[in-house]
């Protein structure tokens, strides 16, 4: 430890550590000591700076949020979905370590093509089963009217749709997405003097969600695109609102003893992309 009492004043300094023999440093390799104990010091606070931003880039990239890349179903983390067991006999028989592993699986399908099974099992309690999505659909959109109307998987539904209908011809080569801009992933591309309908305008926006067939193949950029005759009406009484994204499922269960259960539910997506079970409560699990 240093002891201020040995340190003496004039042209020569003596320093005493721990008692010991006085070491005597002259003014001048006193200050270059001393700058170069600064810089040290500098130094070291540049690299905890830069740590501490890497440390913080990571947990940005890690936090799960949801971008266009992936698609919002791939960018969900693996949390435990609220009551993801809704509709299962043996509901209130699973604890929170199955409804975690279930939800693994859950998430799993959602974001995956129809009819592919997820699997899961608890190691603790015994309990294993099996999660199957079916195809995705959307509500609340008015081009449906009252009919089913299928959509793609990952599809982006959290911009408002105004109710527009009416024929479109693609005048050249034009790629169709999962989201309204052109970060989001192409699920196709049509070639030029295709036709097909829209399903709506994103409010506030050059895109359509558009649909052939009866069923919704994605957004594409309006300028790319030409209104035939009579196209691009505005639906009597119809106000802008929100597609709800949609997908039926069905599980299995099996518990230890032989307890086999299978039930069939729907899911469909918040606005924050979020996850709920059709029936169920809305909070706890």
């Not at 070491?23 to 170069?36: K, M, S, T």
């Not at 089913?148 to 209908?165: K, M, S, V, W």
């Not at 069905?250 to 606005?271: E, N």
Request: aromatic letters at 8%; a neutral charge.
């Amino acid at each position: 430890m240093l002891n201020s009492s040995n340190v003496t004043a004039g042209p020569w300094l003596a320093l005493v550590i721990d008692e010991s023999a006085p070491i005597r440093l002259n003014p001048v390799q006193e200050d270059a000591g001393r700058g170069a104990e600064q810089r040290m010091t500098v130094s070291m606070r540049l690299l905890l700076l830069a740590f501490v931003a890497l440390l913080l880039a990571g947990c940005s990239v890690s936090s799960g949020s949801r971008n266009y890349s992936r698609g919002p179903d791939r960018a969900q983390t693996h949390e435990t979905v609220p009551y993801v067991a809704f509709g299962s006999n043996y509901e209130r028989a699973l604890g929170q370590r199955d409804a975690y592993q279930i939800s693994g699986a859950f998430l799993s399908a959602m974001a995956s093509e129809p009819n592919t099974s997820m699997n899961w099992s608890a190691r603790r309690t015994g309990a294993h089963g099996m999660v199957i999505a079916g195809d995705a659909y959307l509500r609340d959109v008015d081009f449906a009217r009252g009919r089913r109307l299928n959509a793609p998987i990952g599809l982006y539904t959290d911009h408002p749709l105004e109710p527009t209908q009416g024929d479109y011809e693609v005048k050249q080569n034009t790629n169709v997405r999962l989201g309204p801009n052109t970060n989001s992933p192409i699920v196709n591309t049509l070639t030029e003097g295709t036709v097909l309908e829209a399903a709506g305008r994103v409010r506030g926006q050059q895109w359509l969600l558009m649909a052939r067939g009866g069923a919704v193949i994605g957004y594409m950029y309006e300028p790319l695109l030409e209104q035939r005759d009579g196209g691009d009406l505005l639906l009597a009484g119809g106000t802008s609102r929100t597609p709800t994204y949609c997908r039926d499922y069905r599980q299995t269960l099996r518990l230890p003893g032989g307890i086999d259960d299978s039930w069939s539910g729907t899911a469909c997506r918040d606005r924050q992309g979020r996850w709920y079970i059709e029936g169920a409560p809305q909070l706890g699990f």
